[in-house]
Antibody, heavy 121, light 112 residues
Framework: QVQLQESGPGLVKPSETLSLTCTVS??????????WGWIRQAPGKGLEWIGC???????DYNPSLKIRVAISVDTSKNQFSLGLSSVTAADTAVYYC?????????????WGQGTLVTVSS | QSALTQPPSVSGSPGQSVTISCTGT?????????VSWYQQPPGTAPRLIIY???SRPSGVPDRFSGSRSGNTASLTISGLQAEDEADYYC????????????FGTGTKVTVL
């Protein structure tokens, strides 16, 4: 059974870097059939796509976040990570890690449970 | 890139049908099969219920159906049940100068 699980600090100070890791189980991350991505949801708001990466490191990012975002993949640990620099209160959100599926027109099919990250001093 | 446009809320009684619209552009919703729908009950992660405009992943009841006309996609829930009460989001993507996934503004479905 495919499962994704986010981990990382729940509180980040303004101007610092938010770092999250997603641990994948039930499927190898090292396949061209999937991309691995992040989506966030501010409290009471809608969904915002952050970006995604192939297992080989080919990335795509939301243009509105591109200068602050980095997504990397660690195939040895079957994990991938998100880095978001220079955070502000506007980055407070539930962050979901997701699997983009080639066989479903590349739409995310599996999602982690989500982790709330609050930006505050 | 703007969010796709959905009505804020729809409601219906058990057994009735409700339809949610999702309006985009010819670069996203109106392009190829680039439409999906997600169901998000309160306090949970979104769940994929429709992809490629009208296909259902395994395990999704056939009460959920998708369609598209031009740049507007629609999700219909037939035989509404109490467990269908949730937020619903459409999604699409563009592949112009860069890949970009966009989501709808979200629709709250209330079962009366």
């Amino acid at each position: 059974q495919v499962q994704l699980q986010e981990s990382g600090p729940g509180l980040v100070k303004p101007s610092e870097t938010l770092s999250l890791t997603c641990t994948v189980s039930g499927v190898s991350i090292s396949t061209s059939s999937f991309y691995w991505g992040w989506i966030r949801q501010a409290p009471g708001k809608g969904l915002e796509w952050i970006g995604c990466s192939s297992y080989s490191g080919s990335t795509d990012y939301n243009p509105s976040l591109k200068i602050r975002v980095a997504i990397s993949v660690d195939t040895s640990k079957n994990q991938f990570s998100l880095g978001l620099s220079s955070v502000t209160a506007a980055d407070t959100a539930v962050y979901y890690c997701v699997r983009h599926n080639r066989f479903l027109e590349w739409f995310p099919d599996y999602w982690g449970q989500g982790t709330l990250v609050t930006v505050s001093s | 890139q703007s969010a796709l446009t959905q009505p804020p809320s729809v409601s219906g009684s058990p057994g009735q049908s409700v339809t949610i619209s999702c309006t985009g552009t010819s670069s996203d919703v109106g392009s190829y099969n680039r439409v999906s729908w997600y169901q998000q009950p309160p306090g949970t992660a979104p769940r994929l219920i429709i992809y490629e405009v009208k296909s259902r992943p395994s395990g999704v009841p056939d009460r959920f159906s998708g369609s598209r006309s031009g740049n507007t996609a629609s999700l219909t829930i037939s035989g509404l049940q109490a467990e269908d009460e949730a937020d619903y989001y459409c999604s699409s993507y563009t592949t112009g100068s860069t890949l970009l996934y966009v989501f709808g503004t979200g629709t709250k479905v209330t079962v009366l």
